[in-house]
């Protein structure tokens, strides 16, 4: 066995180990651990982002005719992570979102409260640390849009 050296001082220079380091342990000890898909945080941002008053959809041109063919087909449910990509680590989440404005709302407000709520929802929900989430408008939301298209002169 080794004996611990001494120092001029007379100290003891042999390993020390703290008590109470948990650097070595995962927050959840020796029970277990949790993972958190991609998918699951997906569909948290998505539904965050919706709830904000002045987003129209989620989603650029594309996608969003893709989901309105999907949600006519039975059964196959309603597309919440069309505009949303995220990346997911063990304790943090990077959000990417696709938005329609409606007109008239102010652009930056919307993509503040957007901002807020997604990362207040999504690290209540889940537990993760939310790094950033970034948000591009894609399109604007004219109400006429909503309007019936005319029928045709011919038969």
């Known amino acids: 066995m080794a004996q611990p050296t001494a120092t001029k001082a007379g100290t003891d220079t042999s390993p020390v180990t703290r008590a ?7 927050e959840e000890g020796n029970a277990g651990k949790t993972t958190i898909s991609s998918s699951v945080v997906q ?3 998505g539904i965050a982002a919706r709830e904000v008053s ?9 996608s969003r005719a893709f989901g309105a063919i999907r949600e006519r087909i039975p059964g196959s449910g309603t597309v919440t992570t069309s505009g949303v990509s995220v990346e997911v680590g063990e304790k943090q ?6 938005i329609v404005v409606e007109y008239g709302a102010r652009i930056v407000d919307v993509a503040r409260s957007v901002r807020r709520n997604v990362i207040t929802t999504v690290e209540q929900i889940t537990g993760l640390d939310v790094i950033e989430v970034n948000i591009a408008v894609n399109d604007i939301h004219l109400p006429e849009d909503d309007e019936e298209p005319e029928t045709s002169r011919v038969e």
Do not use: P
Not at 20 to 26: I, T
């Open 54 to 62: 002045g987003v129209y959809a989620l989603g650029g041109g594309v």
């Open 43 to 45: 569909k948290v941002a």
């Open 93 to 98: 989440a990077a959000v990417d979102l696709d």
């Open 20 to 26: 109470g380091n948990s650097a070595a342990l995962n």
